[in-house]
Nanobody
Framework: QVQLVESGGGLVQPGGSLKLSCAAS????????MGWYRQAPGKQRELVAR???????NYADSVKGRFTISRDNAKNTVYLQMNSLEPEDTAVYYC??????????????WGQGTQVTVSS
């Protein structure tokens, strides 16, 4: 089995920064896509940023220039550095990974979610 464990959420003032982490553990052969999604109250879950194994990234327009996604393949970990945070960034943030297991089964996994609140 595979587990994703997130950390780093919290309360921050507008203009502040937070860094989220998500580490995968278990029966892992390789991880291709790692991503961060978010869901605000009353809204659908949306893609924030995604990074593939080669390091290529893509971002939602609303976070471009403010958020940076990165990964450490040796640690099976993805990060999201969030700068210049705005109240509109308030949401539960989820990490997601497309993982090839040691038995060569490809599956998508989700973290438990971490709350990010931007408020003065």
């Amino acid at each position: 089995q595979v587990q994703l464990v997130e950390s780093g959420g919290g309360l921050v003032q507008p203009g502040g920064s937070l860094k989220l982490s998500c580490a995968a553990s278990g029966s892992i052969f390789s991880i291709n896509v790692m991503g961060w999604y978010r869901q605000a109250p009353g809204k659908q879950r949306e893609l924030v940023a995604r990074i593939i194994r080669s390091g290529s990234t893509n971002y939602a327009d609303s976070v471009k220039g403010r958020f940076t996604i990165s990964r450490d393949n040796a640690k099976n970990t993805v990060y999201l550095q969030m700068n210049s945070l705005e109240p509109e960034d308030t949401a539960v943030y989820y990490c997601s990974m497309s993982i090839l297991s040691k038995t060569y089964t490809l599956s998508d996994y989700w973290g438990q979610g971490t709350q990010v609140t931007v408020s003065s």
